[in-house]
């Protein structure tokens, strides 16, 4: 599936992507690079543990307070 980027930079997500990964308007998305590769993942709100603030986090990490969810025992 190839879209373009508009003059703003952005792209759309195709329906059929975001209903297969239940993203709706106002979601946040994380876009990262990884390998060469540009990475878009959907941020899960969650309540941290150590602050219990919600917080989005996709790799283990609060927004919030900075803990750090792969030291966890």
Known sequence: MVR???ELG???IPAEIR????IKEGDGLEIIEKDNEIVIK???DTYCPKCLKKCSHTDNYCS???LNFENME
């Open 19 to 22: 209903k297969a990964y239940d």
């Open 10 to 12: 952005r792209i759309v």
């Open 64 to 66: 919030k307070c900075g």
């Open 42 to 44: 959907k941020c899960l």
């Open 4 to 6: 373009k980027l508009d």
